[in-house]
């Protein structure tokens, strides 16, 4: 029998050899699989790396990034000029997380309105008692075997109608409008170290079209949307809690960590992240100014009126004891930045059919109420108008 003693030692060892070797062939196999779905891609590194070929883009997540919570801002940046649906209008924003679902990554809403302290032992309660959304998912395309970060296809997230256009058009123009996703594609990609920004061009058709005045063929029409997404932010801002005395916007929700409150609701006023420089001083400086950015599709002549009138409200912040708290500039022509991109508080010029007006919506951080986002919109014919009722006798 112990002659045999070589051949079971030969085997055991192949097994071992083996088991060793089968994890590095599984992670050779999926870093080919993961350089195979990139192969021939330009690659754009962001705040997600973004890999960009002719007929699609992919997204990478890395495994720091699920579960983390980011801000994402939507803008209909191209619309269809009547009954609300005009460009360069502010739709919404919302915080989302990716999680990792077997094979596919779910685009996932958190819900904010509800709330409790970190620690605090009723925190599995308000998180089962309340869902989130998941909003879009995708297929995993391969993971890397070092990273274990994963790539999606860009489109299998957005293409989904995140925004809720169907229904707001369906809503407005009184029709039957549904997606057309073949019609729909991703037309611009910009990755930055704290965002990326993303616009979509959004197709519908109808069988039984509304009567819009817009449209050449009302049975097809298109909308373009922007998508920044964004780090939220991590700094020392403190929020303030509304007065009810006193009007303010406000973002507001349920804390249930103190159940001896009279009410569980919480209001934080929206306000910007004003410090200042120093301290000590009566009026100072900010830290960081307010700058509006005046649109490089604005008027020329109506430019200095524009920005003249942005910065007379430094007088306001003088009260508050800040010098030159508000800054007007100038949008470059050949800015690399778009007007929709979160970063950047813009003054917008557009044109409507059917109306005339100008707005001022903002986005802020759901979790403190800090503003970190605000464009002007200035509609053409709000000036035509002012002109008109200026020069017609009392």
Known sequence: MTRWWWLFALVICTVAVGAQEAPKQEAEK???KFAKVIKGAEKLEGLFTLYRKPDKVLLEVRPEQLG??????????????????YGANMLSEFVFVFRRQADRLLMVQRSLQFRVADKHPWRKVVERSFSDSVVAAAKVEAEHSERKSVVVDLAALLLTDIPGLTDWLNRALQGNYR?????????????????????????FTSDRPARVETLPDPRSLG??????????PQNDYRPRLADPRVGY?????????DDSKRTAFVRYICRWHLQ???PAALLSPPVKPIVFWIENTTPPEYRQAIKEGVELWNEAFRQAGFVNAIEARLMPDDADWDPADMRYNTIRWMVAHDNSFAVGPSRVNPL??????ADITIEANFLRYVKRE?????
């Open 223 to 232: 909308v373009r949307v922007h998508f920044s997404f964004a780090e939220l």
């Open 276 to 278: 200042k420089r120093n």
């Open 368 to 373: 403190t109420g800090e503003i970190l986002d």
């Open 390 to 394: 200026w020069r017609m006798p009392v």
């Open 249 to 257: 916007f406000v973002v507001a929700f349920k804390d249930f960590t």
């Open 30 to 32: 999926e870093e080919d």
């Open 179 to 203: 997606l057309n996703r073949e019609w729909s594609h991703i037309a611009v990609v910009k990755a930055f170290p704290r965002n990326v920004e993303v616009e979509v061009d959004y197709h």
């Open 68 to 85: 983390k919570m980011f801000l994402c801002g939507v803008t209909l940046e191209g619309g269809v000029g009547e009954r609300g649906l």
